[in-house]
T-cell receptor, first 112, second 114 residues
């Protein structure tokens, strides 16, 4: 069975402090993994993707994620949060193509 | 500019009526998808299509129907059989469903049943 689990439904950080959004997946194969961001009443925008190249993936807006096969994790990080980072974040896995599996999302609040 | 266009952005429907949500893409993508988003539930797959004139049910297809007569278009009809249609609907496309490429999303349609 394939699935993706976002470990926190809500995360609050102060502006200028690091962000960590956690994602674990289960897959029988080496999957493709993605992080998307969604601002209120908007579509989803791709932040970054892992497709079996470098395990540390850099994305847009200063975000990055590290693929750890031994831990089946793909956590999203950013060194310093900005007010504009407040949004919903989705971890997505494609086990072997065909369908996207979405986590339930993590709502990030940035406190000024 | 290439992208996915969903229309309308907001839609109101009376109970018992069918309504069709539009999704058009000019990215030359083979695969297209419809998702429903409810608070706290993430995205749930309604239907997807990997090629023209072919589509498959997703996890919550009951009460919905789709067509894929053209590569660039994948309209979703919410029928009166859908018990709780009020939600945010997202359309997406990807280059080829088998190649692990990312999905591109439209801006969504918020459907409200009144």
């Amino acid at each position: 069975a394939q699935s993706v689990t976002q470990l926190d439904s809500h995360v609050s950080v102060s502006e200028g402090t690091p962000v960590l959004l956690r994602c674990n997946y289960s897959s029988s194969y080496s999957p493709s993994l993605f992080w998307y961001v969604q601002h209120p009443n908007k579509g989803l925008q791709l932040l970054l993707k892992y497709t079996s190249a470098a395990t540390l993936v850099k994305g847009i807006n200063g975000f990055e994620a590290e693929f750890k096969k031994s831990e089946t994790s793909f956590h999203l990080t950013k060194p310093s949060a900005h007010m504009s980072d407040a949004a919903e974040y989705f971890c997505v896995v494609i086990p072997t193509g065909n369908q996207f599996y979405f986590g339930t999302g993590t709502s990030l609040t940035v406190i000024p | 500019d290439g992208g996915i266009t969903q229309s309308p952005k907001y839609l109101f429907r009376k109970e018992g009526q069918n309504v069709t949500l539009s999704c058009e893409q000019n990215l030359n993508h083979d695969a297209m998808y419809w998702y429903r988003q409810d608070p706290g539930q993430g995205l749930r797959l309604i239907y997807y299509s990997q090629i023209v004139n072919d589509f498959q049910k997703g996890d919550i297809a009951e009460g919905y129907s789709v067509s894929r007569e053209k590569k660039e278009s994948f309209p979703l009809t919410v029928t009166s059989a859908q018990k709780n249609p009020t939600a945010f609907y997202l359309c997406a496309s990807s280059l080829r469903a088998q190649e692990n490429t990312e999905a591109f999303f439209g801006q969504g349609t918020r459907l409200t049943v009144v």
